[in-house]
């Protein structure tokens, strides 16, 4: 069987008001990716080589957010929401094109199953010319309910148009649909807006494509499927699925997670098998962990690379641009950011590094800093391979210490140390014997002198 083309036209023109938001609704984020780019996400998944994003609301910033998430989509306006067949059509020029398949989807239902719409496909290409995706929510209220004649879809009825005896049905319309391509264009320009709402409701093609003896077939999907989001206590809900989802995968994928309920990943996190992930660890945007890593409890994560058999935190922070090579060790209440920890190199305690390379095997003392910026701009700090940088150090960069260089602890660093030179960037200390007992009485007796003359 040949490929079949397919369009997906995501509706994501409502303005979203119970988010309270300044953000377009369906640019608020799931796992740092937003709720319409998972969306997308699961149209690609099934098999979508066309994109069509119908905004309205916010449109500047909804097309802003299409390029970067989903390059190549086409936005199309819808000026007035008249319903969301109105909204679909919006999309005509796209619908035009002449894809076989058509996958209409909502932009404010982020956990949609790429299976559920592989399903409704494969019905298509087996000869339907709509597909409904269903589903069963622990309670009807406010869906359309699918309305069954001898085992055969006839209708979708929208809450406020149905009857009592329909609306005690709990088979309802999750809102994605597949639809023929060939008879798009003219089942939607047929839909009219006699109905309590007055809109131009998607749902009707059903009926429509029945009395054309086209073929109408309900599929299933999982409630989760069907979750729309409306406001933050929904996108919370979602996220929550999401992440359990996610764990889930991760630990079947061979990672252990002690406490996965309190691990929280992002949409591209990446990691590897026997990385064991401790409590209370958060991964942003842009991670990727290769296997065997230990991260230790509280660590916090995002835009970093770390190799095999790393070790980290407890308590660190890995910022963007962190690159850590094989066996390489960043300890408690470390930070590290745009920067190389080459293999086996150890940060151990209390220390900053930014803008820096830090050579293979080098030695990191606690409270080590990276003076990287002057208020202006950032310079680079190069530790070479095997250095050891002694404890309470500051290194102003730029500067390079040499391999091998060895820095004396509470120095600061402000020339460049070549390789295996040992470095002192502070104050000789001077001993004066008896002194500080004479200095302790000396404080006493002024102390009580004070006292006294106080009364
Ligand atoms: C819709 C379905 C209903 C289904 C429910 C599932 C219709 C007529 N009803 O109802 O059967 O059970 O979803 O959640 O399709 N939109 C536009 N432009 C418009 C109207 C809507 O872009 O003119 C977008 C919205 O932003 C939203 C989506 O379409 O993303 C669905 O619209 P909404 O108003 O939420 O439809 P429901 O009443 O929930
Ligand atoms: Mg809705």
Redesign the pocket.
């Known amino acids: 069987m040949t490929k079949r083309s397919c369009l997906s036209v995501i ?4 303005e979203g008001t119970r988010m309270k938001s300044a953000l377009p609704k ?1 640019l608020h984020q799931i796992a740092g990716l937003p709720m319409v780019a998972h969306v997308v996400k699961a149209a690609q998944a099934a098999g979508a080589d066309g994109l069509a994003l ?1 905004i ?1 609301h916010g449109a500047e910033e909804m097309r802003k957010a299409a390029q970067k998430f989903a390059p190549g989509t086409e936005c199309y306006v ?1 000026e007035k ?4 067949a ?2 679909v059509l919006a999309a005509r020029d796209g619908i035009a094109k002449g894809y076989d398949d058509i996958l209409v989807m ?4 982020p956990l949609i199953d790429p299976a559920a719409l592989a399903v409704a496909r494969g019905k298509l290409a087996e000869g339907a010319a709509v597909v409904v995706i269903g589903f069963r929510p622990p309670s009807p209220t ?3 309910r699918l309305i069954e004649k001898n085992g055969r879809l006839v209708a ?1 009825r ?1 809450e406020k148009d149905c009857s009592e005896d329909e609306k005690k049905i709990g088979f ?4 994605m649909m597949a639809v023929a391509g060939k008879h798009a264009l003219d089942l939607l320009d047929t839909v009219g807006n006699q109905n309590a709402k007055g ?1 131009f ?3 009707d093609i059903v009926e429509i494509a029945g009395a054309r003896g086209l073929e109408v077939v309900a599929t299933e999907a999982s409630f989760e499927s ?1 979750l ?1 989001i409306n406001n933050r206590a929904e996108l919370a809900e979602a996220e929550g699925i999401w992440q359990q989802r996610r764990r889930r995968e991760a630990m079947l994928s061979g990672v252990t997670l002690i406490a996965p309920e309190t691990v929280y990943f992002s949409h591209d996190t990446e990691i590897g098998a026997d990385t064991v992930v401790e409590p209370n660890v958060w991964f942003g945007p842009g991670v990727r962990i290769a296997s065997g890593a230990k991260i230790h409890a509280f660590s916090h994560i995002e835009g970093a690379t770390v190799a095999s058999n790393c070790d980290i935190g407890p308590f660190a922070r890995l910022r963007p641009g962190a690159d850590l090579k094989v066996k390489a060790k960043v300890g408690n209440f470390c930070e590290v950011k745009q920067a190389t920890i080459e293999e086996g190199a150890k940060v151990n305690h209390l220390t900053y590094i930014g803008d820096a390379r830090v050579g293979a095997g080098a030695n990191i003392g606690a409270g080590t800093i990276t003076c990287n910026y002057d208020g202006y701009s950032k310079f680079f700090t190069d530790i070479g391979e095997g250095a050891f940088i002694g404890s309470n150090s500051s290194l102003v960069a730029p500067v390079t210490i040499g391999k091998g260089g060895y820095i004396a602890s509470g120095s600061v660093i402000t020339e460049s140390v070549p390789e295996d030179a040992l470095a002192f960037g502070r104050a000789r200390q001077r001993t004066l014997p008896g002194k500080g007992k004479e200095l302790r009485e000396r404080f006493a007796s002024a102390a009580a002198a004070k006292k006294k003359a106080a009364g």
């Open positions: 509706l994501a023109a409502g369906v119908v309205g819808q929401r008249l319903g969301t109105h909204a909502f932009g404010d239902t406010g869906y359309g979708i929208e309802c319309n999750a809102g809109e409701y998607l749902t069907a729309g």
